[in-house]
């Protein structure tokens, strides 16, 4: 039998590492939604995901479970954002956390990308009919077990969302540009009973739905498939 892995629970009391202005930005014609189109439509591109998961590092306690998150990336005016959510903090798994909406397989679902856009509108009410969708990254396997496949699709406006309150307290967009800069991304340092972990994040000044100040602490396996989208458009 496998053990439960320990949880960050906190992740901002972690030590930033390193910070990887080394790495070029994303140039602005590689983000428009023609040149991200472009990119998924070129299957002989190769291209290497630098993250996996982290459930290799743990003899997890139950079985791997299938699920996937939308990366939506909505047509803005002022170029392609990214909506993500932040989860309640009731929730078992990935309480407070930022994260894509997605979730879980269901038997009835027909595929990954059937699975992603059924839980995305569960969670956050986005119509299917809105989403072009371009295709899947890599999983990603994370330390509760998922085994997580990423559906990238452009969203077009307009459209109203609806929250499953119970699962999403809010939802919020981030400039795509300033995700795929790698200045913005930070790497912090874990150990757990001698296991080193090292995770990435991606803060985000904005403000909330009241007008008020908050920072978005993008991290985990969000920001690491974040980070997994920047190899793949480069």
Do not use: C, K
Not at 36 to 43: E, K, L, N, P
Not at 51 to 57: E, K, M, S, Y
């Amino acid at each position: 039998m496998g053990v439960r892995p320990p949880r960050i629970r906190d992740p901002r009391i972690y030590p930033v590492v390193g910070i990887d202005d080394h790495l070029p930005p994303l140039p602005l014609d590689a983000l428009t939604a023609d040149a991200v189109r472009a990119r998924f439509a070129d299957a002989a591109r190769v291209w290497e995901p630098e993250f996996h998961g982290d459930a290799r590092l743990f003899a997890l306690e139950r079985a791997p479970i299938a699920a996937s998150v939308l990366v939506p990336l909505v047509q803005r005016d002022d170029g392609l954002h990214v909506l993500l959510t932040r989860r309640t903090d009731h929730l078992h798994d990935h309480a407070g956390q930022i994260s894509f909406p997605g979730g879980r397989a269901d038997p009835g679902d027909a595929d990954v990308i059937d699975t992603a856009l059924r839980e995305t509108q569960e969670e956050v009410g986005l119509p299917r009919e809105r989403v072009q969708v371009l295709g899947p990254l890599n999983t990603y396997s994370t330390v509760s077990s998922y085994v997580v496949t990423p559906i990238v699709g452009l969203v077009q406006p307009p459209f109203e969302l609806a929250l499953d309150a119970f699962e999403v307290a809010e939802a919020f967009e981030v400039p795509l540009q300033y995700l795929m800069t790698p200045a913005h991304h930070h790497r912090h340092a874990a150990e757990f009973e001698g296991v080193q972990r090292q995770f990435l994040s991606m803060p985000w000044q904005s403000v909330d739905a009241q007008g008020q100040p908050r920072e978005y602490f993008i991290w985990g396996a969000t920001a690491a498939m974040l980070r997994n989208l920047y190899h793949f458009l480069r």
